[in-house]
């Protein structure tokens, strides 16, 4: 079968529409993730076990079990509790908390090979922990991960797209509603496909600005 | 409280790693104003007692006070960390790798701690900073990173950085090791300047012309215990023991 | 053609997602069965061939079959134009026709009504076309189970859907849902899609279709698998 | 809760549960080669190869893997690569989380210091010397955990495999979701499945992860 | 290479970070058995100048020769790397800090490039191993890991890793500025012993007396151009430049 764009163009607004709501999700999803990554990497080091238990099975159900399924538990789950969050916002807190999840085990390994020295010395000048820890310790442990950081940024901005179960109208979820209309699967999904690629490129692209920053602060 | 208050105090302090028995009742007073140099081999304790004035490295036993209050108390968690940090604050450290924080500038480097801790503004800040480095001859290197410092320009951003939070106490570990004999001087002025403005110093030196020409007493530490301390007169020109003798033989003879 | 391929090989390999009861779904023993490979075997059977049943996640579906993975999709696809421009249909082998759902207690009785509400439908088929053309406030979800979960949890007031698959799987699970009276609407036809190009692939298939449909099988293969005629 | 169900049920979630358990074994090990390769390629000395690495990690990272799967699976017979569904999964799993552990890989390298590196060379050991004996081993303590969040990823990632008739897992559950209409029931089942799975990947990354830290 | 045939040469070293000069044409030759001391004020560039002889910090203009061959030639990058390890497995380098390797205890620090560029057994490598660390006195501490040791201990198992490798040139940057003064007195025998084994060294140094003591030639850095040098007496007792007159003045003053 041969591939035929000309249909295309037609149905650009809705794909554009779909990026549009796929880059929002990424963005507060993305934000959420790597503060959430960072918190949770410290109550993961540093907190009274009995704060800590509590939050390894937290961590282990978002790491043992699909995004899928934790979108649909929130979405489809939360509301016969009583809590009816928007599509939008269980998307974001879905992908935002699982992405946080991952951030999390990242930024506790680079925190653990911080030098001991880097402590020591913030406590010296009399930094109490969290103040050495926010002001010393993590933004050198977030300095040495940012390569697998960008790794789940990117995951995620791919992900984004299973927000579509609950019925969030991003870019994959266009594209498929375009191949519904016009049954040229594989036109459409090339067409989301370098979407989400120009996405991916901006996201590289403040990846490299980034780690050039910090070469000279090693 | 001891009876006759001293600014520092540390009593039957010991600590051990392992099997290894790193200090072993180390006993020490400090008056304010005083500069102590700490002299002794490799490997003998001398940055480990030091650590242990901050309670970096806990002692396994013995006690800690500085100018009245006891260092290493033993408190719930909560106000230990209170408490911990307020004495920090009062206590300045130079360590013997630096430390600088490689992801800061010079600039944040000395500024960070004051601007967090005493809430200074901006501007403040930038004061400080300029007057701290220009005391060491830092200021021209003001944003640059640590990584692109010299050894002797990394060990005066780390007294810098010391300084900048006025504490009342300073602890050297090989303060002046990276420093060339110019500096020496130069940081050698700072101090008594320092002490001249009472503050206190203990300073571990391998520079023995250095300490005798700063240092108001002296210890010699050997394998965890002191073996020997008084004025650096005496210690230098005509130690009582044997072993301090020994150590010193080339400094004693060359001064002879 | 590839017909004579498949009489060489003796096998024909038929598509469907395996989730779509009660044409499509598996059995306790993780067997896929039901009213569209029942077809599918009858057809197979009648042209000379074995049938192999391949399942697959919907999303993929039309793309396997161009790319020649398998031979058919019996997999109740409805046939659209867009569609066929595509590939090419057998059938309409069976009919269906669209039905809206809602709460006995939702006071929803007329089509006049679902103006306004809430209005939930499987994404990407007919109905959400057909609700979007109508100005309805459409959330769309990924099938007949989200759909039925999402009017429990009242986050929808209604469902549209192909009224077979939806009566049976509420009878299947002890929903009392109701069904919106005297709402008239095009029938929809199943079809059978092949690849474009295989005339004589298809006029075999069809010929097959006509003759059970003749000869009572079919009639007892929908008797069996939905109670009732449904051409 | 229809238990009944789950327990007529969950012998056909076991084999599932191998399907997918052969899949992210085989998809490790091809990830880790790709990653090895790629992070290999994008801190060579060569532009080139540099280039080759970051186009790898920009193009496959970028784009989402179902299309890569569809591309592999459809597309590849119409350039004569015919690959049954399983072989497919693994090849276009792998070369797509390698890309994301060529990432990992190169950032824990460039996590050591250089003084490291250059105390090596001092000695007079080679490039390759000097990063098997002395960067390596130190990076390998950095990227363990990094590589599990990978392997982790992978291994729900292995869901995707159902657009392409492969069924795993997840697809086992969907299968039976749509048939059945009981999705709490199936998601539990699957849910309860791919838990064990990755909670004994976990454990061994743990365990790696503290053997490597003794130091 | 040159008419007259000295062990190491360097001609028109120039070096830039960005728009920083740090060293700015300098020429140094040290013949066999010779042990050159380097001093200066920090960042005058000296450890730069001790790097660029490993070709580690590649020089933006000159040359580096050693024993006839240049070091920093440009060749093509197989041959070169072949050429440049072979170099530097004739140098051993000891640098400011340190850098030993976390994650080897001292003994593989000391073994590992033995046992693979040399292929010496296992026997051979503990033997070594045992040998070089007795002569820095630190055989005790063979298990341990560098995060166990104290600064001086570190120091000391640097050089032992430098000298394993039986190196024709030795560089020390600030090769005993961790060290008490008994230690530097060893080390100071060490290197007396391995100079009259024809053993080669470049000394970075801020210790006068020590340069003093060792060295048979010593120069003066300056901003990254060599003010002065000459022999120790000369240099240390008598310079002929003012600015070395002014950076040793401490020095002189102690020595009149
Ligand atoms: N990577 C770098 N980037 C920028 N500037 C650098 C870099 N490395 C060194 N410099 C600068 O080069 C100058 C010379 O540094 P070098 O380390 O050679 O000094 P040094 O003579 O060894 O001093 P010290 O006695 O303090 O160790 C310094 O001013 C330093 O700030
Ligand atoms: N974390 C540790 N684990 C085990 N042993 C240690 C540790 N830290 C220090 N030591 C040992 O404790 C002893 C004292 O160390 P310390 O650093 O106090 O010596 P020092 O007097 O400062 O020596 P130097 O002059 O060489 O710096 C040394 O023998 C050292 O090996
Ligand atoms: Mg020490
Ligand atoms: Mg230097």
């Known amino acids: 079968m041969g591939l035929d764009f000309t249909v295309v163009p037609g149905f650009m607004d809705i794909i554009l529409l779909g990026a549009l709501w796929t880059v929002a999700i990424t963005v507060a999803s993305a934000v959420l993730s790597f503060f959430g990554g960072i918190f949770f990497a410290v109550i993961a080091l540093y907190t009274h076990w009995t704060v800590r238990l509590p939050f390894k099975a937290f961590e282990w159900l978002f790491m043992g079990t699909p995004l899928l399924l934790q979108l649909f538990l929130i979405y489809f789950g939360l509301v016969q509790i009583g809590i009816d969050l928007p599509a939008f916002v269980a998307g974001v807190v879905g992908l935002g908390l699982h992405f946080a999840v991952y951030n999390s085990e990242l930024i506790q390994t680079a925190i653990i090979a911080v030098d001991k020295g880097q402590m020591e010395a913030a406590r010296t000048l009399g930094l109490s922990r969290g103040e050495a820890l926010r002001k010393v310790v993590i933004p050198q442990a977030v300095r040495d991960v940012i390569p697998p950081i960008g790794n789940n940024m990117i995951a995620l901005l ?61 | 409280m001891t009876e006759e208050k001293h600014f520092v105090e540390i009593r039957h302090a010991k600590k051990s790693f392992g099997t290894l028995e790193v200090l072993k009742d180390i006993n020490l007073t400090v008056e304010r104003g ?223 | 053609d590839e017909l004579a391929d498949l009489k060489e090989e003796g096998v024909i390999r038929i598509a469907m997602s395996g989730a779509y009861p009660p044409f499509n779904f598996v059995n306790d023993q993780n067997e896929v069965v039901g009213f569209d490979p029942a077809i599918g075997k009858e057809i197979a059977k009648r042209m000379g061939l074995e049938a192999e049943i391949v399942t697959t996640a919907w999303d993929g579906i039309i793309g396997g079959l161009l790319a020649n993975k398998y031979d058919a999709i019996v997999g109740s696809m409805s046939i659209t134009e867009e569609r066929d421009e595509v590939v090419d249909f057998v059938g309409p082998y069976y009919t269906t026709k ?7 207690d939702s006071g929803i009785t007329s089509i006049d009504q679902v103006e306004g509400v809430q209005v939930g439908v499987t994404l990407g088929e007919t109905h959400e076309d057909w609700a979007r053309d109508r100005g309805y406030k459409v959330r769309t979800y990924k099938g007949l189970p989200e759909l039925l979960l999402e009017l429990e949890n009242g986050r929808v007031d209604v469902i549209v859907n192909d009224s077979i698959a939806a009566i049976l799987a509420m009878k299947e699970n002890g929903y009392e849902y109701t069904m919106i009276d005297d709402f008239e609407t095009e029938v929809i036809g199943a079809g059978i899609a092949i690849r474009e190009g295989n005339p004589e692939l298809g006029a075999a298939m069809q010929e097959a279709l006509d003759s059970m449909m003749e000869d009572g099988t079919y009639l007892e293969i929908a008797n069996e698998w939905v109670g009732g005629d449904i051409r | 809760m229809d238990v009944d169900l789950m327990m007529r049920v969950y012998p056909f979630f076991l084999k599932a549960a191998w399907v997918t358990i052969q899949l992210s074994i085989l998809t490790t090990i091809l990830g880790l080669a790709c990653g090895a390769l790629g992070a290999a390629a994008r801190l060579s000395r060569f532009a080139f190869l540099r280039f080759l690495g970051a186009a790898y990690v920009s ?157």
Request: contains cysteine; charged residues 20%.
């Open chain 1, 158 to 218: 791919k992900d984004s797209a299973l927000v579509s179960v609950i019925g969030v109208s991003e870019l994959t979820l266009s594209a498929q509603r375009v191949i519904g209309k016009t049954y040229r699967p594989f036109e459409f999904y090339l067409v989301a496909a370098a979407v989400y690629y120009v996405i991916n490129l901006c996201m590289e692209w403040v990846q490299r600005r980034i780690e050039r920053r910090i070469a000279l602060s090693r």
């Open chain 2, 34 to 256: 005083q500069i102590v140099g700490i002299i002794g081999s490799s490997g003998s304790g001398k940055s480990t007692l030091l650590r242990a004035i901050n309670d970096l490295d806990p002692l396994s036993g013995g006690e800690v006070w500085l100018d009245g209050v006891q260092v290493n108390k033993s408190l719930p968690h909560r106000q230990y960390e209170k408490h911990i940090n307020a004495m920090r604050q009062q206590v300045g450290m130079v360590f013997q790798h630096f430390n600088l924080f490689p992801h800061l500038t010079v600039r944040d480097n000395v500024t960070m701690a004051p601007k967090l801790l005493k809430g200074i503004s901006n501007d403040e800040a930038e004061t400080l900073a300029r007057e701290q480095l220009e005391h060491v001859g830092m200021l021209e290197k003001i944003d640059a990173f640590p990584s692109q410092l010299s050894g002797g320009q990394k060990q005066r951003v780390a007294i810098a950085r010391a300084l900048a939070m006025k504490p009342k106490l300073m602890l050297f570990d090989e303060a002046t090791s990276a420093l060339d004999p110019e500096l020496v001087e130069e940081v050698n002025q700072v101090m008594k300047k320092l002490a001249e403005e009472h503050m206190t110093m203990i300073i571990v030196t391998h520079e023995m012309d250095f300490a005798a020409s700063v240092c108001d007493r002296v210890l010699f530490m050997e394998k965890g215990v002191v073996v020997e301390e008084g004025p650096p007169e005496v210690i230098f020109k005509n130690p009582e023991k044997q072993r301090t003798r020994e150590f010193l033989r080339k400094h004693i003879e060359g001064a002879a």
């Open chain 3, 98 to 104: 669209r039905a809206i759902f809602t709460k006995p």
């Open chain 4, 59 to 215: 193009v496959i990272r970028g784009t989402p893997a179902l299309i890569q799967l569809f591309i592999l699976y459809f597309g590849g017979p119409q350039i004569g690569i015919q690959l049954d569904a399983f072989e497919a999964g693994v090849i276009g799993l792998g070369v797509n989380i390698g890309a994301y552990m060529t990432e990992t890989i190169r950032g824990s390298i460039i996590a050591i210091d250089k003084g490291q590196r250059e105390a090596a060379r001092t000695l007079g050991l080679s490039k390759v010397q000097a990063f098997r004996k002395v960067t390596l081993p130190q990076a390998f303590r950095l990227m363990i955990r990094p590589l599990g969040v990978n392997i982790n990823a992978l291994i729900k990632g292995t869901a995707l495999v159902a657009a392409i008739s492969v069924v795993e897992l997840t697809y086992t559950a969907q299968r039976y979701i749509g048939s059945t209409y009981k999705p709490f029931e199936m998601f539990l089942l699957s849910g309860v499945l791919y838990m064990i799975i990755i909670y004994g990947t976990g454990r061994v990354i743990t365990w790696l992860d503290r053997k490597a830290r003794i130091v």
